[in-house]
């Protein structure tokens, strides 16, 4: 299993500033995801962040707006530039220990 | 590309009965993993049961069980004995095998009422 810290649990910010999120794993794992789950709807994968390397986007997920940072193989960062209202959801950081995916607690982030 | 379909938006059970779940979905690969994941409104996902597509027996964990029809792509779960702890959003989710990549349903509101 692992153990994963998702910081901070809640913010409420501004538009057209940025946030950006911590995700810290307590052991090493290839793979790290993000993913955006908007008010009242399922989880959607923005992206894989991959240590040493650009990370992966899903179709609708650009970088410029989501960008990544995996320094090394237990942390990540997700960054929500220029928010709008739109932004606000819950943001999701996972990690694969195949088969099975585990979940950080969530950043649930207000734009006003 | 796969795709997860949870048709009931929500459902209420009495304390102590039986409730199911359902879930279909849509693919074109062999081997894969599907999952029930609970969200109560702490936000945490927590898994609740996992189910390999190469494996024919259900899945079962304690209350929950799983009814896995790989051929008509159905994936429902079964609550026994539900609990007031039960009471949370549960999304149907698949993994492809060697992905690690979640896609998941709509998710479905269980309420267990006292």
């Known amino acids: 299993s692992a153990v994963i810290s998702q910081k901070p649990s809640r913010d409420i910010c501004q538009r057209g500033t940025s946030l950006t999120i911590q995700c810290q794993v307590d052991s090493q794992v290839t793979m790290m995801f993000w993913y955006r789950q908007q008010p009242g709807q399922s989880l959607t994968l923005i992206a894989t962040?991959?240590?040493?390397?650009?990370?992966?986007?899903e179709s609708g997920f650009v970088i410029d707006k989501f960008p990544i940072s995996r320094p090394n193989l237990t942390f990540s960062t997700l960054t929500v530039s220029n928010m709008s209202p739109e932004d606000s959801s819950i943001y999701l950081c996972?990690?694969?220990?195949?088969?099975?995916?585990?979940f950080g607690q969530g950043t649930r982030l207000t734009v006003v | 590309a796969q795709t997860v379909t949870q048709s009931q938006p929500e459902m209420s059970v009495q304390e102590a009965e039986t409730v199911t779940l359902s879930c279909t979905y849509d693919?074109?690969?062999?081997?894969?993993?599907l999952f029930w994941y609970k969200q109560p409104p702490s936000r945490q996902m927590i898994l609740v049961i996992r189910?390999?597509?190469?494996?024919?027996q259900n899945a079962t964990e304690n209350r929950f069980s799983v009814n896995f029809q790989k051929a008509a792509k159905s994936f429902s779960l079964k609550i026994s004995d539900s609990q007031l702890g039960d009471t949370a959003m549960y999304f149907c989710?698949?993994?492809?095998?060697?992905?690690?990549?979640?896609?998941f349903g709509k998710g479905i509101t269980l309420s267990v009422r006292p």
């Open positions: 189910q390999e597509a190469y494996k024919q």
């Open positions: 693919t074109s690969e062999n081997n894969y993993y």
């Open positions: 962040a991959n240590q040493g390397s650009e990370a992966t986007y």
């Open positions: 989710a698949f993994m492809k095998w060697a992905n690690s990549k979640l896609t």
């Open positions: 996972s990690v694969a220990a195949d088969p099975e995916a585990f």
